[in-house]
């Protein structure tokens, strides 16, 4: 639901990313990535399904040089 929400409001949707069936990403508080996981700055770790590591690396280099 909240992934529809952000198609329809997109100025809300900027900078974040959906890396994982269960879990969605704010892309300004991503501290570190791998191929299968991300650090939050608060220390949470949110998995990144194999075949979604290409683009969330696209997405959130594409976010960091547009800030």
């Known amino acids: 639901a909240l992934m529809r929400y952000l ?3 997109p100025e809300y949707g900027s ?3 959906q890396g994982h069936r269960s879990y969605i990403v ?3 508080f991503v501290e570190q ?5 991300v650090t939050l700055q608060n220390g949470m770790i949110i998995p990144i399904s194999r075949n979604n590591y290409a683009a969330f690396k696209e997405v959130y280099f594409r976010y ?3 800030k």
Do not use: C
Request: hydrophobic share 35%; net charge neutral; no cysteine.
């Open 7 to 9: 198609t329809y409001y």
């Open 26 to 28: 704010n892309l300004m």
């Open 33 to 37: 990535f791998t191929k299968t996981e």
């Open 64 to 66: 960091m040089f547009q």
């Open 15 to 17: 900078g974040i990313y």
